[in-house]
């Protein structure tokens, strides 16, 4: 156990809410929003994170804190008190199995956005002059180019790896502690320069009406919350186990879930103010409501409002900060078990996986236009195409939500409740709505996660 680290207590916070908030909250969430027609998407997206995203991020928490180890010991030690033994220790396997498949592409989309960072720069510099068809053009020719790429790729796994070798504290929470002030604040100050944007009223409209909602879009609020939580693969299993004992599990998991949620909305807020901006007639002819949103559809929308040279770097560089503190927390998850597990030295550790990932990530990197049978590998028929596409609906739609099942399921039905409240309690005091809580936990969540892999087995996708 000789390099552990351990967390101050801001520094756990923020590096908790540093995993949560990422391309989740930025880049998927306004458009699966918009996807959804807003509204009643957004309701059901904020009970989900307080009926069932809350209460499976305390459990991770408890198990984490309780055990002090990286998701496969902590299972395996508790897993021995319970029904099932020591097989227990398969669901820590899974989440860091989950963290090597999510991180190799997620790097690959978080290249993206320093890539943009520097188109804007020089846009900003030189002028802006692309048109908005062109825009989309350019972003495919930039997604089809594997040298590009795999360059973008290293890059961010770099630094990544770089800042998780530094350590618990002087690493992640270093960086945490520095970058989530600024992303919170500067984010803020573009929602608030967002009222002066014309298309302000529609958006906050479209965000905010009440209106129908299908049952697809049910379960893909449901889905996200996982995602955009960092549960179901051991991530808060970690962070957790680098928690010191005075620190209150339910004040922490409030302070993360809210924070998440705020950056979430104004998120929106920004993006579908300079989107509403246009009118509605080439709003619909130009612009998909596609996964791309971020990178097709805004670029030329900043530069046609005032400030937009300034706002439109400084917008992808925070994006690239948001996902960097996520990258951090899916490494770390990798990270933590060859050194809690193996005994491995932390260097050692991180270089390996880092490598391991890059080498993953790859293929995903090439799977964009770049090489014809990785772009076409569609082991699931229609529901993905490409070898990105393939690992993302692989990890959303089974490996975060069994993950997040069985999760629940060992935590809310195989521990004793007198361990789960006296975990609960410590550096917090009497915790009231345990009750409550735990029947969230053993019934409300799973069955919501049930609900979702029956559609994911009848052939839906929710990624
Ligand atoms: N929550 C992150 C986001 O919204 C993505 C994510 C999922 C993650 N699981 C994680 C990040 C585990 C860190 C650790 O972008």
């Given amino acids: 156990m000789s390099d552990r680290g351990r967390f101050g207590r801001m520094g756990f916070i923020l590096a908790a809410v540093g995993s949560a908030i990422g391309l989740g909250n930025i880049w998927k969430f306004p458009y699966i929003t918009y996807a959804n027609e807003g509204g009643s998407f957004v309701l059901v997206y904020l009970i989900a994170i307080v009926l069932i995203g809350a209460p ?245 929308m900043f530069y046609a409002l005032p400030l937009g040279g300034l706002l439109s770097p400084v917008f992808y560089l925070l994006v690239a900060f948001a996902a960097l503190t996520s990258t951090i927390g899916l490494l770390e998850v990798a990270v933590s078990y060859f050194i809690d597990a193996r005994g491995w030295t932390r260097k050692k550790a991180t270089l390996f996986c880092g490598a391991a990932i890059f080498a993953l990530g790859v293929p995903s990197a090439l799977s964009l236009g770049a090489s014809n049978g990785l772009s076409s590998f569609n082991p699931f028929g229609s529901l993905a195409t490409g070898v990105l596409d393939t690992f993302d609906y692989t990890v959303s739609n089974w490996f975060l939500p069994v993950g997040g099942l069985l999760t629940a399921v060992f935590v809310g039905w195989m521990l004793k409740p007198e361990l789960l409240r006296d975990e609960l309690e410590e550096g917090h005091g009497t915790f009231k709505a345990f009750g409550l809580w735990l029947f969230l936990l053993r019934f409300v969540g799973p069955v919501a996660i049930l609900w979702i892999l029956w559609a994911v087995i009848g052939g839906r996708s929710f990624a």
């Fill in 56 to 300: 499976i991020m305390f459990a991770e928490l408890i198990i984490g804190r309780r055990t002090q180890q990286s998701p496969y010991g902590a299972f395996a030690e508790l897993g021995k008190q319970a029904l099932g033994g020591k097989a227990w220790s398969a669901v820590g396997g899974l989440g860091v199995f989950t963290g090597f498949v999510l991180l190799s592409y997620y790097a690959v989309i978080a290249g993206w956005t320093v890539y943009y960072f520097g188109r804007c720069l020089t846009w900003s510099l030189q002028g802006y002059d692309v048109q908005n068809a062109p825009l989309g053009e350019m972003f495919g020719g930039f997604l089809a180019n594997g040298a590009l790429q795999i360059t973008f790729l290293a890059i961010f796994l770099g630094v990544t790896t770089g800042v998780v070798l530094l350590g618990v504290k002087s690493g992640i929470e270093r960086v945490t502690k520095t970058l989530m002030p600024i992303l919170g604040v500067v984010l803020v100050l573009l929602a608030i320069n967002s009222i002066r944007a014309p298309g302000f009223g529609d958006a906050m409209r479209f965000l905010f009406h009440i209106g129908p909602i299908d049952a697809d879009g049910f379960l893909e609020a449901v889905g996200h919350s996982f995602f955009t939580l960092s549960l179901g693969m051991g991530a808060m299993i970690t962070y957790g186990s680098y928690v010191s004992k005075k620190q209150s599990i339910p004040g922490s998991t409030f302070l993360i879930c809210l924070f998440d949620t705020l950056i979430a909305l104004i998120a929106c807020v920004i993006m579908f103010s300079i989107i509403f901006s246009i009118p509605e007639a080439e709003r619909a002819t130009t612009f998909g409501r596609s996964s791309t949103m971020l990178f097709t559809t805004l670029p030329s």
